[in-house]
């Protein structure tokens, strides 16, 4: 199950030094793209100007449009408009919109706009900053230099929009989608958050209705940032919060699926973690301690036991799984059986044989009905791999609970007590 995004691929997050921001143009040019790529989340944008203009009327169109990146305002694509609105796009919202700017501009100088709309009979100029900088004077000397190279009046009005706005917007359009957006917005509002978490407006989860996906997990990675910065712990590249004083089990996850919430961890992943993990005081009591605190609490909790197959550094290649339902029967059996078999095993002599026969023969432990050929197909052409038998516990929390938790501000200490619950092997 993915329940994170891999920050590397994201079309917008370039590669860069450590500890460098984002460029102010690709902040901008994202934006373009989203509103080339995706003309309902611009319609959406259009609307919110819409609704701010003071001197213009401007009705809702529905027509040709289009939109462009570092024009110069010389260009003959800005001739033809009745209406030129002109709107600063800033970290915070400009109050004071009536700063002066020169009537006669410099014939030599260039101006260039960050992003231009046109859209029926209006033009919209947009003054990008990533800071609270007054671009007020720059943006209203774009606009006449636009007026100044046509030599007419055009109606002209500017408003004043936060980059919050665009989050918000953001969040709406994946709302009315039901969360079915294209990868270009989910990568650009992750851009956004990754960099300037502080645009964001999160709400509680009380607030929140249990098919509000995308604003339910804003605020669940917001739940992990503050148990985090209250452990002193950090957030992997999985988006998981790290568990630093386990041997067995190196993270959690906390996630939202269907309007419930899961916290889950892996305990035994790996080679070195089972082999620890194994050697401790490991018998079904302590699994019947887990899933009745748990159960007090509210929740409900799984056990789903596992072995699995990696190759070079570890990476996992294929896994089958015991039927979870015999799990806590059969704890002190899977026990010894992963203590026999932990460890690094050649492919194709006699050791892989027997590993594979001693898994044959526990033939009903299996979901997998084809798993002996699901090994194989995984590890056809390679010469070793390393075998551990993992326990994925996770715990359910309904979203009335979750709700609860938000509203009585417990949800860091809830999260404390499952990992020491989950921790006391």
Known sequence: MNNY????????????????LPIENNLSRGLVILFQEEPAFLMMFIDLIRTQLETIDCERLIGEYDVFFQMDTRSQEFEYYSKIIGVSLTAEKINELSVGYEDVLPQDKKYITDISIVYGEM??????????????????????????????????????????DIVELLNNYFEVSNNRVGRLVKDYRLFILKNWPEWNTVEPLQKLDDNDESRISLRIDQIKQE????????????????????????????????????????IGDSGGQDKTLYRRQFVRKQFDIIKESVKKKGFDVSFEPYVKFAHIMGKGITSIHLKPELFIENVDDWKSFAQQNVGKTNNGGQEWENLLQRIKEKNDWWEEQDY????????NNKKFAFVSFGINIRITIPFKKAQELDSSNKWTETLKDLVRLVGQF
């Open 372 to 379: 002996l050929q699901q090994i194989d197909n995984a590890f």
């Open 227 to 266: 148990y985090a910065s209250e452990e002193n712990v950090s957030i992997n590249k999985r988006n998981n919060v790290v568990i630093n004083d386990k041997e067995y089990v190196n993270e959690f996850a906390l996630w939202n699926e269907k309007g419930t919430i899961l916290f889950a961890v892996w």
């Open 123 to 164: 033009l919209i100029v947009i003054e990008v900053k990533r800071t609270s900088e007054n671009c007020i004077k720059q943006l209203k000397e774009q606009v006449q230099s636009i007026i100044s190279n046509r030599g007419d009046s055009p109606q002209r009005d500017y408003v004043s929009l936060e980059w919050k």
């Open 5 to 20: 995004s891999n920050e590397h691929l994201n079309v917008f997050q370039a590669f860069s030094q450590s500890g460098s």
